[in-house]
């Protein structure tokens, strides 16, 4: 078994274009289509396997775009599983307005899933031979699958040992911080419907970050804030990294690849700073790749490079006696206090 598994409950196959202008009721000449496996946990295996991370995807795909989906996995040289199901494997679209560089962005609900089809995924997960070091649980969750699927799934990886990372929205992810994951990365939008309000500062958000590791939630929260870079908070620590500037092809999977760094990184036993700085850069670097391709791993190390310690900043007041700024160098996020999912 891989050392860290993915799992995409509602993959798709992405397909992105560009036009010059967006009118409506008019036909639109588009430029050549790309297409790209899609989805959260593939596009975070994607870019986890440009790392070199021993990496596998787990997802549930049907009918011919679910074959379509699993041969461009294995041409890009992804280690995979499906799971079968009976519906059609939703598509994608965007599209970039190249006269004002806005992108577009159409999303697909995904089929429906039966009872016996979410629950051999949950099988197939409790009969792992060996159970992955880490599973990152990204994506929506398709029609017909309960809300609590991701607790229910926290809950298998609990009981054999294994961290889960968590990148979802709405009910799932409430749900999912409700059992305890290890790892949390919301977005600022779903902090905020977390929060219940509007998160106006840096101090409000450490603030909502917190509350959700003093709850047991989740022992690191990674809040990206896009342009402006990202918070990361543990039990006793918090940095605000910043955005590294770069001229932006597409948005998409920039989340995916920030994700996908940080746990590489943390597999390896990087340090707090190292890790922050290899989740920047490959979201940075992603945003430099047009439609779905994602980051690179020469753009990712390149950023790297260039990302210095005085990017990474010690925010707000912390709860021990110890000063946040005692993390910087060799602290490693792997021995953050852990959250009651993973106790």
């Not at 977005?187 to 959700?212: F, K, M, N, V, Y």
Request: with cysteine; glycine share 10%; net charge neutral.
């Amino acid at each position: 078994m891989a050392e860290i598994l993915t799992l995409t409950l509602n993959p798709a196959v992405d397909v992105a274009t560009s036009v010059d202008t967006i009118v409506d009721t008019r036909k639109l000449r588009c430029s050549a289509a790309r297409r790209d496996p899609g989805g959260g946990g593939i596009n975070v295996a994607r870019v986890l396997h440009r790392l070199g991370a021993d990496c596998e995807a787990l997802y549930l795909a049907g009918g011919p775009l679910g074959r379509t989906l699993g041969a461009m996995i294995e041409a890009e040289g992804v280690p995979a599983t499906c799971v079968g199901i009976a519906g059609e494997t939703r598509e994608n679209f965007s599209v970039r307005e190249n006269s004002t560089g806005r992108e577009f962005r159409f999303v697909l609900p995904g089929p429906v899933l039966a009872e016996a089809e979410w629950q051999a995924c949950l099988r197939h997960l409790g009969e792992l031979a060996i159970a992955p070091r880490y599973l990152v649980l990204s994506g929506s969750v398709p029609p017909g699958v309960p809300d609590d699927i991701y607790a229910r799934i926290a809950g298998i990886a609990r009981q054999r040992g294994t961290r889960v990372v968590l990148d979802s929205s709405g009910a799932p992810l409430a749900a999912a911080l409700a059992a305890g994951v290890f790892l949390v990365k919301p977005s600022l939008s779903e902090l905020c419907t977390l929060a219940g309000h509007a998160l106006e500062d840096d101090a409000q958000r450490l603030d909502a970050a917190r509350r959700i590791v003093r709850a047991g939630g989740a022992a690191i929260v990674a809040l990206t804030l896009g342009e402006q870079g990202a918070l990361v908070v543990t039990a006793d620590r918090a940095l605000r990294v910043r955005a590294f500037a770069v001229p932006v092809a597409s948005s998409i999977g920039a989340g995916d690849s920030f994700v996908a760094a940080m746990v590489w990184a943390v597999n390896r036993g990087m340090s707090f700073n190292e890790t922050l700085r290899y989740a920047v850069a490959a979201a940075s670097a992603s945003l430099l790749a047009e439609g779905t391709r994602l980051c690179d791993r020469d753009q990712v190390e390149r950023i790297y490079r260039e990302l210095a310690s005085a990017d990474l900043v010690a925010v707000g007041a912390q709860p021990s006696t110890r000063p946040v700024g005692t993390v910087a160098g060799s602290a490693t996020l792997t021995g953050v206090r852990e959250s009651k999912g993973d106790r």
